[in-house]
């Protein structure tokens, strides 16, 4: 194995960008620890967070630190009291490494772990996967065993946008009957929409300002009625849709400006509102105006402990992100993958990063 990696970084806590490294130092692991060749990695809206240093990220990244926490890849080595992992095991990440010994841990909230190498780590507190090599803390707990019949895309998004996906569905109650609402065709937004219709709700509404995305949304049958907020009135046009009730369930996936009023807006009284998002800004909570509604809202970030059962509903057919993979490309275009993936263009929604190709 040679001695350096290609990379990306975030330098400096400041809002400076990403810099692109061709000479970084292959991770060296810790008895608890493994070393992964990343065969995919993705750009993910959270990189955007870090690029921009917004509120969020300053409190939480720790410059300077190797950016990415979606992969597949191989494990090509392993520490010494690591019992569940071996060299040549195909493996995905999780976004949030449980250490499943804290208090958090042991009640499945496993984004809250308090072990120093727990929570999100990735791409956060500790180097990440948009390198061609990844060190992975409390290795057997932070991953999950791709079978041989799933390849590594179909296994990328696992442990972060399909495993956040997948969580917010199954905390929001939906019942068979449901009118169900989604701002955001996002990503995170088409992986809720996919969790979402495993609990087969009655009608499922998407909201996006993106034509293409809802579009997408509705050819692979993830929902049944698009509505853009910038051509029709979205609150009006829910009541209508349900006899003037509103939304039974309300998944807000979009993080906008206004999405998060709309959220509680359209939803009827009694309904469940779920925070998918990651707000860049405060959100305000008009408790004055919702006065009588008694809705219930839940909140995230993702408790990432249902990846092996995700990756068997991927192995099964019942869920399938191929959709969401507009574009791939070498490590050595990252950044070009960075500015089509910010800006939307060509229709992007993930961008896959692939192995570094050496002239």
């Not at 060749?37 to 809206?45: E, F, P």
């Not at 690591?82 to 909230?109: A, L, M, N």
């Not at 219709?197 to 998407?206: D, E, F, N």
């Not at 490590?331 to 229709?347: A, S």
Request: aromatic share 6%; glycine share 8%; net charge negative.
């Amino acid at each position: 194995m040679k001695d350096t990696m290609c990379g990306l970084v975030k330098e400096v806590n400041a809002p400076s960008g990403l810099v692109y490294h061709t000479d970084l130092p292959i991770p060296e692991i810790n008895d608890d620890e493994v070393l992964i060749k990343v065969h995919c990695s993705a750009i993910c809206g959270t990189d955007l967070h870090i690029m921009e240093w917004d509120e969020w990220s300053q409190k939480r990244i720790k410059a300077p630190v190797t950016v990415g926490h979606e992969t597949a890849g191989e494990i090509v080595a392993v520490g010494k009291n690591v019992t569940e992992r071996k060299v040549g095991d195909r493996v995905s990440c999780e976004s949030h490494i449980p250490c499943g010994e804290c208090y958090f841990c042991r009640h499945g909230w496993v984004n809250n772990c308090t072990d120093p190498n727990g929570g999100w780590a990735l791409g956060c507190r500790i180097d990440g996967c948009q390198a061609e090599y990844v060190r992975v803390p409390i290795a057997d707990n932070g991953m999950t065993p791709i079978p041989d019949d799933v390849s590594d895309e179909a296994a990328l998004f696992n442990g972060d946008i399909l495993a956040t996906g997948y969580w917010a569905a199954s905390i929001g109650e939906i019942k068979p009957a449901d009118t169900v609402v989604v701002l955001g065709a996002g990503p995170t937004g088409l992986c809720t929409l996919m969790s979402i219709r495993l609990y087969s709700p009655a009608k499922v509404i998407v909201v996006d300002v993106s034509e293409e995305r809802m579009a997408l949304a509705k050819e692979q049958g993830l929902a049944d009625i698009c509505l853009n907020p910038t051509k029709v009135d979205v609150e009006a046009e829910v009541l209508r849709l349900t006899d003037g009730r509103g939304a039974d369930r309300v998944f807000e996936v979009a993080g906008g400006e206004n999405t998060f009023q709309l959220a509680w807006k359209v939803a009827r009284p009694n309904a469940i509102v779920v925070l998918v998002a990651l707000y860049a800004k405060e959100q305000a909570l008009p408790l004055h105006l919702m006065y009588g509604k008694n809705l219930t809202f839940k909140t995230g970030g993702v408790d990432a402990n249902c990846c092996e059962d995700i990756m068997k509903m991927i192995q099964c057919g019942k869920i399938d992100t191929s959709c969401l993979i507009t574009h791939r490309a070498p490590l050595n275009d990252v950044m070009e993958g960075y500015r089509v993936f910010e800006n939307k263009l060509d229709g992007c929604i993930k961008w896959v990063i692939t192995p570094y190709e050496r002239d």
